[in-house]
């Protein structure tokens, strides 16, 4: 059983999320997206509403027979990848830009769980400039996020921002 955690806020989840999810599937025989409970980072949706828009979703991921859970998590990325007994930590890199934060926080989960690999996944081009901070921000003035998340999590923004 090779497992890995695909760790973040996905606040809210979107389809560069789904891609890279989806990517990973290919590789490992579980992925336990792992949802951060994190009050400080002030999110628009709770933990709860965050995991129950991924598991609505999950079912539109081409899974290759890969297991695919949804948990949340608090603490350490590594301690979570550790209790789960993953061998990887999953992240996806969109541009150049991310690689920088990337590289830091994957030597820091190095040094405290070395027996623990990062798993870099390049999101698909299409997907390069999303970031649930820009999709946000771009719904919450009235732009259009048709294309860059799934409709279920369309209509939870528009619940909650309109
Ligand atoms: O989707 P995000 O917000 O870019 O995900 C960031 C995340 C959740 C992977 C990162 O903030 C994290 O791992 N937080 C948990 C705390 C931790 O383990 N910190 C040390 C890693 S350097």
């Known amino acids: 059983m090779r497992r890995a955690i695909y760790p973040g806020s996905f606040d809210p989840v979107t389809n560069g999320h789904l891609d890279i999810i989806e990517r990973s599937c290919k590789l490992f025989d579980e992925i336990v997206v ?35 859970v949804v948990e949340d998590f608090a603490g350490l990325t590594v301690d979570f990848a550790v209790k789960k007994q993953a061998i990887a930590i999953v992240r996806g890199i969109r541009a150049i830009s991310d690689y920088e934060y990337e590289l830091q926080m994957a030597s820091m989960n190095r040094r405290l769980g070395p027996e623990q ?46």
């Open 34 to 68: 792992a949802v951060l409970d994190n009050p400080d980072k002030n999110p628009l949706f709770s933990v709860p509403e965050r995991c129950a828009m991924i598991s609505e979703v999950l079912p539109l991921v081409k899974h290759h027979g890969c297991n695919l």
């Open 117 to 162: 690999e990062t798993v870099f996944l390049m999101a698909a081009e299409k997907y390069s400039f999303v970031s649930s901070k820009l999709v946000k921000q771009v719904f919450a003035l009235g732009g259009a996020v048709g294309g860059l998340v799934p409709a279920s999590v369309e209509e939870k923004l528009k619940e909650k921002l309109h």
